[in-house]
């Protein structure tokens, strides 16, 4: 048995687990973690961990797009203390705490009131922060750099976050990603694209720009804020590796 590789694929709650050592003198070599995708219905960067034997489930206010029984509906702040090793905060709102939406706190949008704009801005930092002190070791918060009011709110000692590119991953578009990391370390790009200039070839440049030509209309913030396939997997595979490796050597 010295050569052999043990699995325990059993997604639950660290039985198999005990099961295999008593029965073998033996931990298992891969064990699955149990990550939380928060913010997120569209269920790509749950898929991408499940892919890898993890036991990920997403969470989101909206019911899972792909009809999935690992998607809890509801407020992620009150799933935060269930025991994860991993949390990925996908997409949480930002539309008040990015440098993009800084205008709106002096001058509302119409129909709107500035009072409702700093309300906006309280929620998201509270939910940015709630997220960021989880109990959880290991956690990554997709976010863009934000605007001064939104930064005064949290923690001076917060870093900067990695801003990463689709077309560090293999997918061919234009999208600043930005992830604070705690616990974590930086993505490294898998399949680098030689992303097109403007001046070189408009046509191509605009291709790959469809999330910031995106029309106004309803689904468009869904639009905006999705992940692509290739970014979710060296997700799944960088962090996931990181945090499994990490584990077995507590």
């Avoid at 578009?173 to 408009?202: E, H, I, N, W």
């Amino acid at each position: 048995m010295t050569n052999t590789v043990i699995i325990d694929s059993f997604a639950g709650g660290g039985g198999a687990s005990t099961g295999i050592e008593l029965a073998l003198g033996r931990s298992p070599d891969v064990t699955p973690l149990r990550v939380l995708i928060a913010c997120e219905e569209s269920g790509v960067m749950r898929r991408a961990f499940a892919a890898l034997g993890h036991d990920a489930w997403s969470c989101d206010l909206l019911p899972a797009a792909d009809g999935s029984n690992h998607h809890i509906r509801g407020d992620v702040r009150d799933h935060l203390h269930d025991g994860w090793d991993l949390l990925v905060v996908a997409h949480p709102p930002c539309t008040r705490l990015c440098n993009s939406g800084v205008r709106w706190l002096s001058v509302p949008p119409p129909g709107r009131t500035l009072r409702e704009m700093w309300d906006e801005l309280d929620e998201g930092v509270d939910l940015f922060r709630a997220c960021w002190d989880a109990p959880v070791e290991r956690v990554a918060v997709e976010n863009p750099i934000m605007h001064r009011h939104a930064r005064e709110r949290l923690p001076a000692a917060l870093a900067k976050p990695q801003i990463v590119q689709p077309w560090w991953f293999g997918d061919p578009a234009f999208k600043a990603t930005g992830f604070y990391l705690r616990g974590l370390p930086l993505l490294r790009p898998t399949a680098k694209l030689d992303p097109p200039r403007k001046a070189d070839d408009p046509q191509r440049h605009a291709d790959w720009s469809t999330i910031h030509r995106a029309s106004p209309g309803p689904d468009r913030a869904k639009f905006r804020s999705r992940t692509f396939p290739g970014l979710a997997a060296a997700a799944a595979l960088q962090w996931g590796g990181y945090a499994t490796k990490e584990i077995k050597h507590d």
